[in-house]
Structures are given as C-alpha cells and as structure tokens.
C-alpha cells in the first residue's frame, strides 16, 4: 500500500486525533495513513494466534473497521495508547474466530477422510527454490528442529522430549538454524 | 518508508513471541509493541516469510528431512495425501510414487534406545554411497521416519535405493539396520 504524503513521520496517535477530530478531509487521508501501517501489524497479530492467512487476513479487517468505527465516533480516550486499544480488538477477534474453528475441525474430525487432497499449497514470496537449497544446507538436526517447530508448532520443551535433548539446547538449535537459513536466503551461500 | 524504531525487539523476542514461549509477561509487551511499531512487524513479516515458505516446502513433500510421527499427524490433519513404506531393519520393499500424492515417507524400523547417534548412508544402485551424519531421533519411537523429496523421487528412472543406519559408538560403529527400496515409476504397479 501507499503511504499517504505528508503523513509519514506523523505519530500513531497523531492520525488517531486527525480521524477523529481532523477536517474531513485530512481525517480521510489520516485514515488511508492509519490502515496502511495497521494492516501489516493486524495480519501478524492473526497470523500469530490464527496460524492462517485468510483467517489473519480476516481479522485484519476487523479490527481494522472496529478502530476506525470507534475514532470516527470519538470513543477512542487514549489515542496515544491506540496499540493498547488495537491489542485489545485482537483478542476479542480471535476468540470468536477460534470459537468457529473449534466447530470447522470437530466437523474435519468427522468427514474429513471423505475429502479429496486439498491444492498444492500457496507459494510465499520468497523463492522457493533457494529456500529449499538453503534448507537442505543446513544440519539434519538444525532442519529437523525447524519443521518441528514451524510446521507442527511444537514447543522447545516438546522437541527436547522427543529427540532427548534439553530445551536450551533446542533454543539454541533453533535460533542458529533460523539465522543461518535467513543469512542463506538473504544472498550467502546455500 | 519505515520509521525507526526506538527499541527494537530482539531476534530471539520476535521468536519467542511467534512460537509463544519465554515468559508470558515480555511476549505481552512485545505484543503491544509490535501493534504499534512498523520497524519491528517489518522485521517479523521477514521471519513469517521464511516460516510460512518452509511450512510450503514440507507441506508440498519437498523437504528432505528425518522427522517424528508428530509430523505426519500435521500433514494429515492438513489433508495431505501421504504415500509411507514402513520397513523393518534388513527389508526391502517395491515402491513408487502416484501422481496424486503429495508427500513420500520413508519408516526404517530399528531399536534406538541405547543409541546415542546415527548416521543414514544411502546408495542409489552402484553409486556412491553418501552419507548424513548425526540425524535426530526419538530413541523411544522404534523407528527413524524420513521425508524423502517426493519430487525428485518421482522424476527418477526404475532404480534400487539402499539405506542403512548405523550407530557410531566410541568403539566404532555398529548397523542398525539395512534396507532397500525398489523403486518403479508410476503407472507401473508395484509387483504384489
């Protein structure tokens, strides 16, 4: 998205004012300010506790219009702790969203051998192919760690159970693995 | 452009916030400072990325790597199509690739539990045989389970693939098991 000029060194919380209390039409451009730096931080949010892109992308979008909603209507007190407030809007999404998802995965439990082979999963931006020689650079155990924990979402202390090793030392496997699969990735060498 | 930021997050708090470990208390902090900070959500999208691309590798069979059942449950639950040979230490099996799967599985039974490394060698007919030191485990599990690349298995010609795991132990090294693969191209069946 576009950042929109004039506004980009203007502080969080001094788009909030403008939305709600700007001129209309500098209200209108605070907006368009506001939703390009909150989308990105919105979808990491869902991402995070959704573990889905569209669900994160759902999400997103309503926040988004939940905070947009409550400046335009003055009931935002605090604009400076807008974070705060955003955090809060998260939370609520993601409860009713999960509470839907329980209900999609009882019912996956129960028909879903009926379903066919779901598509070839989406492509990220990221080069594929380099991603792929990168990984396979890296040690058995370093690759190991990151599909565990990246894939099934095991924690430290469940992979150290399971592969006898400590969780220190799966943090430490882990951080490694991430930095050189990230410097790889980046342009050195796979 | 981005806005500095003032304090960034460490690589290690993004991490822990992502994977939802440390304690409770700094992952909420981070939280909120990510919320509010596009420095630092430009610097987690990265890792997402990665994240998200490895996630499509193993999802897609196109991560070569020694894994635990755990893994295998998530692909199913993912509603992946897993094509899986168990075999026990000095079997063989006759194998081959449909086009409509999308993960290949290789299970080498073997007794792990004294073990305190293992090494996977594998020969493809008379070539050379490689080897890849130092594989994790599960020394309770029974068996080492091995995500093969599901697409370069699938391109190959008919072909014998010989695996064998071995414990390098500080007398020197010891077989755990041997086992062939006997590998035909689809449409041809495997004979019964």
């Known amino acids: 998205m576009v950042q929109t000029p004039g506004l980009e060194a203007v502080a969080d919380a001094e788009l909030a004012r403008l939305v709600a209390h700007g001129p209309p039409e500098e209200a209108g451009r605070a907006e368009a300010e506001l939703c390009r730096r909150l989308g990105p931080r919105l979808r990491l949010y869902g991402l995070r506790h959704l573990r889905d892109g569209a669900a994160a992308d759902d999400l997103a979008q309503e926040v988004l219009l939940l905070i947009l909603e409550r400046l335009r209507a003055g009931r935002v007190r605090e604009p400076e702790r807008l974070a705060s407030f955003a955090l809060g809007a998260c939370r609520l999404v993601v409860r009713n969203q999960r509470r839907g998802r329980r209900r999609r995965e009882r019912l996956l439990d129960r028909f879903g051998g009926a379903l066919p082979s779901s598509a070839e999963p989406a492509v990220t931006g990221l080069d594929q192919r380099r991603l792929r020689s990168c990984l396979e650079a890296l040690a058995p155990r370093d690759r190991t760690v990151l599909v565990l924990t990246f894939y099934v979402e095991k924690t430290s202390a469940e992979i150290a159970a399971e592969l006898a090793l400590s969780p220190e030392n799966v943090r430490a496997v882990r951080h490694r693995a991430l930095v050189r699969l990230r410097d790889c990735v980046g342009g050195g060498a796979a | ?192």
């Open chain 2, 1 to 192: 452009m981005t806005r500095p930021c003032a304090r960034p997050l460490t690589d290690d708090a993004l991490l822990d916030w992502w994977t939802g470990e440390g304690e409770a208390a700094v992952r909420r902090g981070a939280e909120e400072h990510l919320l509010g900070c596009d420095s630092c959500t430009g610097r987690l999208g990265a890792l997402g990325a990665l994240i998200e691309g490895v996630r499509d590798l193993v999802r897609g069979g196109r991560a070569p790597a020694v894994v635990t059942a755990g893994v295998l449950e998530r692909l199913r639950r993912d509603g992946r199509a897993i094509r899986e040979y168990r075999v026990p230490a000095g079997g063989g099996v006759w194998c081959t690739v449909a086009p409509d799967d999308d993960v290949l599985v290789a299970r080498l039974g073997a007794e792990l539990g004294a073990v305190t490394r293992v090494d996977l060698l594998s020969r493809i007919d008379d070539g050379e045989e490689g080897r890849i030191a130092d594989v994790p485990f599960d020394p309770s599990a029974g068996e080492l389970i091995v995500l093969a690349p599901i697409d370069e298995v699938r391109s190959r010609p008919a072909h014998v693939e010989r695996l064998r795991l071995v414990a390098v132990e500080p007398r020197g090294e010891r077989v755990l098991g041997e086992y062939t693969f006997e590998h035909t191209p689809w449409p041809g069946r495997p004979p019964a």
